[in-house]
Each structure stands twice: as C-alpha cells, then as structure tokens.
C-alpha cells in the first residue's frame, strides 16, 4: 500500500535488527499511516515484535532507517523516543507489584512531573473505571486484565503520539479484550497513531486500519484491514498457525 511521505508517521527503510549474532528483521521496509491502527501479523518468530523493540530504540538496527514524522530516528534511546511522544506496552506484566495503582500511574508520568501527572490521571482513569476503584490497592492485587489496563493507562499518561502495543489481550477475557480494542480505535480516531502486535487476530483486524503480514522478518503484504480478513487464503498464506488457534476469538 502506497502511503505519501504527509500521510507517513513511521518508516522502515531496509531495517536490519536482532539480537547478538541473531538476525530477525532481513531488510525490512514498510510505511505505517499517521492516525491509523496497523497491525503487524505473520507467524511466530516472523520479527513483530522485534519490529516494536526496534523502533523503540531497545534494539539497535544493524543496517537501515528508521523515520518517525520524517525525523531520522535510527538508533536513538528509549528516552529520546519518550521524548519525540512514542510510548511502549510491552508483553507480559511490567508493573511495580507491591506499589500502589496510584503509586504505579505516578512513576509512568515521571518524566511529566508530578503536578503534570496528577493532573492527568483522572482524564487516564476516565477510561478504566474498574482501576480507577483500586487505586489503592497494590497493582500485585490486581488481576491479569487490570494490570493489563494499568500498563495502558500508564502508557497514556503520556498523551502518545504514537503508541506502540505487544499483544494486549494476553491473560484478559474476550469482554476486557474487546474494551482495549475499543479503546485503541479510539485513541486512532484522535489522531494517535497505533502499531500493534495481538494474537487475537481475526478480532483485532476487525480494529485496525490496515494489517503488515511479515514473513522471516520481510514485509509479504499489505493492506486494508478489512480486505485481509476477508480473503479466504490469509490462514495459509499470512499467519501460519496463528489464526487456528484463534478462529474462535469474538
């Protein structure tokens, strides 16, 4: 899909990332439209995720640039990139567990300072009104889905221009997933751009904007959203076992 350079938020230019002598991404270009949901699917090991630590400055590209808004990024720190407005979700739990909600929400606007981060966290809260009733709880108390929305609800005390999403439905029930995903299409829809990766992928193509299949770490297709979920040889051709597993998702 052919996207001008106004319409671009991020740009991979022939990306080369890894992990020590491992290499993951093999060359990979693609362009992700400023405001939209893209999506990245492709089977295990394809470089999804690799794709999110690179850009966020946790992997050092090998060869190749990386453009945020036109701006040479390759390379920089994680902070740098906080900085320029790109906030990351990780996969699994990262949260501070004997911590409080509050306490957990005060150290991800830490960089905004205090008076800063507590003047937003009720617009945060706003979106979660289950953790916004344990705020005072230790986030180790919390369950899986909470602590899910915790982590987001951090990650938005940043007000993101782009934010960067690793499989947010782990550990969450198919309600809590569809209120993230929701969530999400609203962040797009005021002018955030989402990059996510998710394993629930019929569900969260019926989300997104456009899909980037990858393969070995090379871009293999992309496209609308919807036209990907509606081919009959994506199973096969884009997603290896992926979608079997999940072809019962909501």
Not at 1 to 10: F, G, K, P, V, Y
Not at 62 to 77: A, M, W
Not at 132 to 161: C, D, F, M, T, Y
Not at 168 to 189: E, N, T, W, Y
């Amino acid at each position: 899909m052919a996207l001008t350079s106004e319409d671009t938020c991020i740009e991979f230019d022939n990306v080369v990332s890894g992990y020590k002598d491992l290499m993951i991404l093999n060359r990979l270009s693609f362009r992700a439209r400023r405001g939209a949901i893209t999506l990245l699917i492709g089977p295990n090991g394809a470089g999804k995720s690799t794709v999110l630590k690179t850009l966020f400055g946790l992997l050092k590209p090998r060869e190749g640039r990386i453009h945020l808004n036109g701006e040479d990024v390759t390379g920089q720190s994680a902070k740098s990139l906080l900085d320029k407005g790109i906030a990351f979700v990780p996969q699994g739990r990262n949260l501070f567990g004997q911590l409080t909600v509050h306490e957990n929400l005060e150290l991800g606007g830490i960089t905004l300072g205090m008076t800063t981060t507590h003047e937003r966290i009720p617009e945060v809260l706003s979106f979660f009104p289950r953790i916004k009733e344990r705020l005072n709880s230790r986030a180790s108390s919390l369950s899986g889905g909470e602590q899910k929305q915790l982590e987001i609800g951090r990650a938005l005390l940043l007000r993101p221009k782009v934010l960067l999403i690793d499989e947010p439905s782990i550990g969450l029930s198919p309600m809590v997933v569809q209120d993230v995903f929701k969530l999400l299409r609203h962040l797009a829809g005021t002018g955030t751009t989402v990059l996510m990766v998710e394993q629930n992928v019929k569900s969260a193509l019926k989300y997104s904007d456009e899909a980037i299949a990858l393969e070995s770490g090379r871009l293999v297709l992309h496209k609308p959203a919807n036209e990907i979920l509606a081919d009959p040889n994506m199973d096969r051709l884009f997603l290896g076992g992926a979608i079997a597993e999940n072809s019962t998702s909501p």
